[in-house]
């Protein structure tokens, strides 16, 4: 697991929820772990905690615009 390449992972993530606007955890493990033969049940692990973190990041408003706006009040 040391070796994984967990930047390209993340940008796997990414075009995969590009493309599957409404696909599931399941379905993202089930197409992406196989790049991992070494690990796939581990990688599917860390793929699905991958997936969960990049929704969060997608759907939580913009916190920095938040934070500055009152320095400008």
Do not use: N, Y
């Not at 493309?19 to 692990?45: C, F, N, W, Y």
Request: aromatic share 2%; charged share 30%.
């Amino acid at each position: 697991m040391e070796k994984i390449d967990l930047d390209a992972a993340r940008v796997a993530i990414c075009a995969w929820l590009d493309e599957h606007q409404g696909g599931t955890l399941a379905q993202m493990v089930d197409e992406l772990k196989h790049r991992h033969s070494d690990h796939p049940e581990d990688m599917a692990i860390v793929l699905r905690g991958m997936m969960a973190a990049e929704l969060r990041r997608r759907t939580q408003p913009d916190t920095a615009s938040r934070a500055t706006a009152g320095v400008f009040r």
